[in-house]
């Protein structure tokens, strides 16, 4: 997520995850391993050889890699940490690299600090160009993809003009790949967006009010995480997208509320430090990976922090 929020989250911690790599045609698996790989010319030159297609796993790549490409082909990259580089538009004004440099610099120190991660991996952050604003790009509105060299940030650029509104997405993506690292891919999505709404810090009155009054629902954890996979580009589906963000942006703040901020990095870190007999006990009773990284952070399973959440979000 953000659509931002949408902030579309970012939620893409991997191209597999988000398209289905299982239902791939070769063609499409060499331009995902190129694009993995951040050699994005040269996946999108596989791309258009394929052409978009009627299947949604072609259009989608198509998409995301083109998108991806028509930033590359403008921009020049700025080392700005040895952790942090960020992709420019050549033409952006001075004062506006400026600012783009900062606060990438500064909100990725700050999500770092307040979920005690010590980095991994590098991070690289692109401003994707006006035209990729489109509805036929899925995640027009930003995203976070686990890459070869580096964890990808990828932001529209129009997004500069509302400096509240870009730090709060650079917040948000940075959530993710603090726990693509941490948790290695095991964290479910609802859970993953529950920490990077409260990294954004962009929960909605008006959806509190929708559930105080009954006209939002409150998912269980299956449901929740089955909004997510909703289409993004049809209207039909973004209000239920929304409405994910922002239950899980509610529970994200019971759990803040439980332990600080840092808890949601030791949250993270409970999905990947299980025993082997922790990982056969689990499997043997059905437990969740879910369920027993809450139980080991916070003391209580994942029944009791959706009750909970949902018993402070009403109250």
Not at 280 to 307: C, H, N, S, W, Y
């Amino acid at each position: 997520m953000s659509d931002l929020q949408p902030i579309d989250s970012g939620m893409m911690t991997g191209v597999a995850g988000r398209y289905g790599g299982a239902g791939a045609s070769v063609g499409w698996k060499i331009v995902l391993e190129l694009y993995y790989e951040d050699r994005i010319q040269e996946a999108f030159n596989e791309a258009v050889a394929l052409g978009v297609g009627e299947a949604a796993y072609g259009t989608r790549m198509y998409r995301m890699v083109e998108a991806e490409f028509r930033s590359f082909e403008v921009s020049e990259v700025h080392e700005v940490t040895e952790i942090l580089s960020v992709e420019l538009p050549k033409e952006l004004e001075q004062s506006d690299k400026e600012f783009v440099l900062r606060a990438a610099r500064e909100e990725l120190e700050s999500v770092f600090s307040s979920m005690g991660y010590e980095p991994i991996e590098k991070v690289r952050l692109s401003l994707l160009m006006p035209e990729s604003q489109a509805m036929w790009n899925p995640y027009r509105s930003g995203y976070c993809v686990d890459k070869v060299p580096f964890d990808k940030v990828c932001l529209p650029v129009n997004m500069i003009g509302n400096e509240p509104a870009f730090r709060g997405a650079l917040r948000h993506e940075y959530s993710h790949v603090v726990n693509l690292n941490l948790a290695q891919g095991h964290m479910p999505t609802w859970m993953e967006e529950a920490i990077a709404m409260i990294m954004e810090g962009n929960l909605s009155g008006q959806y509190l009010a929708a559930l105080r009054t009954g006209v939002a629902s409150w998912r269980n954890p299956r449901d929740l995480d089955a909004l997510f996979a909703g289409d993004r580009r049809v209207a039909t589906t973004q209000n239920g997208i929304w409405e994910a963000y922002q239950q899980s942006g509610l529970i994200g703040r019971y759990l803040v509320g439980l332990k600080g901020k840092s808890g949601l990095g030791d949250l993270g870190r409970a999905f990947s430090d299980n025993s082997v007999l922790q990982e056969i006990k689990m499997r043997l009773t059905g437990q969740a990976p879910a369920d027993e990284a809450l139980r080991e952070t916070f003391g209580t399973g994942l029944d009791e922090v959706f009750d909970a959440a949902y018993q402070a979000a009403i109250a």
